[in-house]
């Protein structure tokens, strides 16, 4: 179907996208998170829950979808971007991101969200169930699934060992390696090589929003490789598959056909296991669906959160 457009409501102006309200919140232990919302305060949040070291611009063409219809919040996960370092580098657990979203939710008083997880934020929001699984009035799981997706992307023997060589490497990793990548960051030939060889992975699609794809890999150069690592250790032995058959979250999950993380497989599983889940495959998108076919990620959102409108009254 062709995109459509929704009016701002009378009560506020167009949503501008590129402005958003910005906020600090001290979470469970202390962390100091980076918040930013869109749209307005008095519509059903909306929370965005993201990938590993990416930011908020990956959002960009949900939050100008739907910021004329929900409350947006996102955050910067911590020790990434603005937020601050947690107490130590055993806080990065993803049990530690659930709680932060918790907090996140409490602290606004926020009632029955649409929680709307990326890749890792897919991990973030199921293990938020655990504790929390009567508060969401809905589940997106974009690009992500239970079940130790690094070992199904990486399991092939060579890819095994160099994957766990690069987080012993980040693990040890000291300040000078964060100063050597934010020098690459602004070189462009070193930006337009790490973007040419994904593509030629078969990791990312020709359709891509190139711009944004290479904005977020700038910024990606500049994290705390401790971080990082810390994040993709806990990652990768993280299976929540046993919260599935307990989420009673009205939920879709969205993959992509040619997304080499989240695979058709793992699609189907977690599909099959949250009871009443809807399935949607996007054709040729990878793991960066939301910005190779943004018209057809939004559209596949917006026709399930219509579904829902329809139920309830019906």
């Not at 402005?19 to 749209?39: C, H, I, N, V």
């Not at 599935?244 to 699609?267: H, K, N, R």
Request: net charge negative; aromatic share 8%.
């Amino acid at each position: 179907m062709p995109e459509t457009t929704s009016s701002a409501p009378s009560d506020m102006p167009p949503a501008d996208t590129s402005a958003p309200r910005e906020t600090f919140l001290t979470s469970f232990d202390g962390t100091q998170l980076k918040l930013y919302s869109y749209g307005n305060p008095k519509r059903r949040p909306m929370v965005l829950v993201n990938g590993i070291g990416a930011t908020r611009a990956a959002w960009k063409y949900v939050i100008e979808r739907f910021s004329a219809d929900y409350h947006i919040i996102t955050w910067d996960y911590r020790g990434l971007f603005d937020s601050g370092s947690a107490p130590n580098i055993e806080s990065y657990r993803m049990a530690d991101h659930a709680e932060d979203l918790a907090t996140i939710l409490k602290a606004g008083s926020h009632q029955a969200p649409v929680l709307i997880g990326w890749s890792m934020g897919v991990q973030v929001v199921l293990e938020f169930h655990r504790n929390y699984g009567d508060l969401p009035h809905a589940f997106v799981a974009l690009n992500g699934a239970p079940g130790h997706m690094l070992n199904k992307a990486f399991e092939h023997p060579i890819k095994r060992k160099v994957i766990d060589g690069l987080l012993k490497a980040g693990a040890y990793a000291t300040e000078s390696v964060g100063f050597l990548a934010s020098k690459l960051k602004g070189k462009e030939p070193v930006i337009g090589g790490l973007f040419s060889m994904i593509g030629k992975l078969g990791a990312l699609s020709p359709d891509a929003d190139a711009e944004l794809m290479k904005d977020l890999m700038r910024e990606w150069l500049c994290h705390d490789m401790r971080i990082i690592a810390a994040i993709l250790s806990d990652l990768a032995d993280h299976d929540p598959s046993d919260l599935l058959p307990s989420v009673s979250t009205p939920t879709l999950v969205l993959g992509g056909s040619d997304d080499p993380f989240t695979t058709q497989e793992l699609v189907d599983r977690t599909a099959d296991g949250i009871r009443g889940a809807i399935r949607h495959v996007v054709p040729q998108a990878t793991h960066f669906g939301l910005f190779e076919y943004p018209v057809q990620v939004n559209n596949t959102i917006e026709n399930f959160l219509n579904g829902l409108k329809t139920s309830a009254v019906s």
